[in-house]
């Protein structure tokens, strides 16, 4: 079955600090993975596209790698501000192409505390 | 250069009822894409509209239909309203097939029903 799965779902963390978030997947055949930020309420927004060849990509604080092996992806986070609370979603397309039905995980729930 | 654009942004409508969800898609992009997020969980595919035509369609009952226009911009609409359509929908836009493009949300239109 094809799945996205994420942990943790829910984190708390303390501004400055560091996280990392988890996602695993099940979808084939794959070619790429994303990673979104959603705020409560609005449209995700996103922030990283890894096709099965990149193993690491930046996108300023933001830090995604790929292990197509091993179906595993992870997004850190450095030096975490306030406006990082939100819920970030990994997701996959099915059919294997930009195009098409995305896979969504359910997300991992961010809070940054002062 | 505007991005998604999806009116209204809220909506409240009794069971039974009929509703229509519009979608202007980012300048430059012929693809929309469908999704329903209900509260707490990643957002569902619901179909997929390009030149006109619904292209892809995921696991939804055929209550939930919709219309591509020349201009690119989409409607979604949902007859026989249910308590569990209650749920922010997501109108997402993407170039023509193209490996790794990714797709831009809009803001999400809310809909209660009661």
């Known amino acids: 079955k094809n799945q996205v799965e994420q942990s943790p779902q829910s984190l708390i963390i303390l501004e400055g600090k560091n996280c990392t978030l988890q996602?695993?997947?099940?979808?084939?055949?794959?070619?790429?993975l994303r990673w979104y930020k959603q705020d409560t309420g609005r449209g995700p927004v996103s922030l990283t596209i890894?096709?099965?060849?990149?193993n690491t990509k930046s996108n300023g604080r933001y830090t995604a790698t790929l292990d197509a092996d091993t179906k595993q992806s992870s997004l850190h986070i450095t030096a975490s501000q306030l406006s990082d609370s939100a819920s970030y979603i990994c997701?996959?397309?099915?059919?294997?192409?930009?195009?098409?039905?995305?896979?969504f995980g359910k997300g991992t729930k961010l809070s940054v505390k002062p | 250069d505007a991005g998604v654009t999806q009116s209204p942004t809220h909506l409240i409508k009794t069971r039974g009822q009929q509703v229509t969800l519009r979608c202007s898609p980012k300048?430059?992009?012929?693809?929309v894409s469908w999704y329903q997020q209900a509260l707490g969980q990643g957002p569902q595919f619901i179909f997929q509209?390009?030149?006109?035509?619904?292209?892809q369609r995921g696991n939804f009952p055929d209550r939930f239909s919709g219309h591509q226009f020349p201009n690119y911009s989409s409607e979604l609409n949902v007859n026989a309203l249910l308590l569990g359509d209650s749920a922010l929908y997501l109108c997402?836009?993407?170039?023509?097939?193209?490996?790794?493009?990714?797709?831009?949300f809009g803001p999400g239109t809310r809909l209660l029903v009661l």
């Open positions: 997402a836009s993407s170039p023509t097939e193209g490996q790794g493009e990714t797709q831009y």
């Open positions: 996602c695993n997947y099940t979808v084939s055949p794959f070619s790429n």
């Open positions: 890894m096709t099965f060849s990149e």
């Open positions: 997701v996959v397309p099915l059919y294997g192409g930009s195009q098409g039905n995305l896979i």
């Open positions: 300048s430059g992009h012929d693809t």
């Open positions: 509209y390009y030149e006109e035509e619904e292209r």
